[in-house]
């Protein structure tokens, strides 16, 4: 048997060679084929959306790869105010999303606690616990998770970058900490979240015995959704300042980003994946082909136009100047064209999590 075909059938049975074989198998076109066989055999040729609002770009953290890092002086700086997230959120309610993540940098504190918290009642007001509710708020305490818990939010979504501490060292100023931020997913479970974490892909220094390990973590720390995208350079950023950036660059980072979505179909099977906008950033077409690599999940933004703008973490951010509608109804036409069917008014839980 192949080891495409042994990934396909049985799941989470790979050694870590093989794993590193996947990431570098020579027919990526088979690779990504595979992988969507396996995405429609367990979730069926269906696309679940989740309405994407970036309230605010102010973040206390300074990881170099990000552009609204904290010491990043050019960023004009914003948060909505709670009656602009809730009306967004009751936007993508009503336009049947059936799922929310709210976003932004990250802020710790008793106020923020709050805020957050008297958003997700009024948000859950509306929504119930038909409305899916994601939040993606960086590092906090457990007891504030707990706190958001109990006002609605569903799942969270905190990325690990990668899952080699000594990697995370080189791109985060000392004080940021790996362990920390790993304990955080456990927390999060604790508190009874659809827990989802990811990676960045093509990151300075980053090997495929990496990526490997990256898959390996998250079904080590049983995820229920994958969020990970290619890394792509900010030029007000440490990291991205003197980067190299070319054509032929940015190709390799879309490839790099789908075969990790590809192989960790290939190896998680039943968990949510999402085609992340950075693969959007680097082509068109990237949220469609991360589709068909064996992701199902896209998060179309829905945050106001007028902000789009502050809330860059890379260069060439896609739909800066479009508003929701638009987008929507963009989005639909391109997964209509693939033969995919968009879950409208559905949560679009993770099966993995169903299944525990
Ligand atoms: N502040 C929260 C946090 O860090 O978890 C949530 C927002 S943060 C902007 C969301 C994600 O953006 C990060 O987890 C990181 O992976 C991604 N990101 C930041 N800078 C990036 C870059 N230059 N290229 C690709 N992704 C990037
Ligand atoms: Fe802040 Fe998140 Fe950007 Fe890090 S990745 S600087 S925590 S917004």
Sequence with gaps: MSLLNKAAVVPRALTHRELVELLTWPDAD????????????????????????????????????????????????????????VREAEWAFKEGYGSLVLQSGELTGEANATFVENVLRRIHAFGGDDFGVTISLGEQNEETYRRWREAGAHRYLLRIETSNPELYAKLHPADHSWERRRDSLRALRRCGYQVGSGVMSGLPGQTADDLAADIEFFAAEDLDM??????????ETPLGKDALWTSELRKQRLELGLRMIAVTRLYLHDVNIAAATALQALDPEGREKGLLAGANVIMPNVTETRYRADYQL?????????????CRGCLERRIAAIGETILWNRRGDSLHWRRR
């Design 30 to 85: 088979a690779l990504f084929a595979a992988a969507y066989e396996v995405k429609c055999r367990e979730i069926g040729r269906f696309v679940s959306f989740r309405g994407l609002v970036e309230f605010g770009n102010i973040c206390e953290k300074d990881c170099y790869y990000c552009g609204i890092r904290k010491s990043n002086g050019n960023v004009h700086r914003y948060r909505m105010d709670a009656d602009e997230i």
């Design 314 to 326: 890379y260069a060439g951010k896609p739909c800066l100047n479009e508003n929701s509608a638009l």
């Design 226 to 235: 994958i969020g990970m995208g290619p890394y792509i350079p900010h030029a």
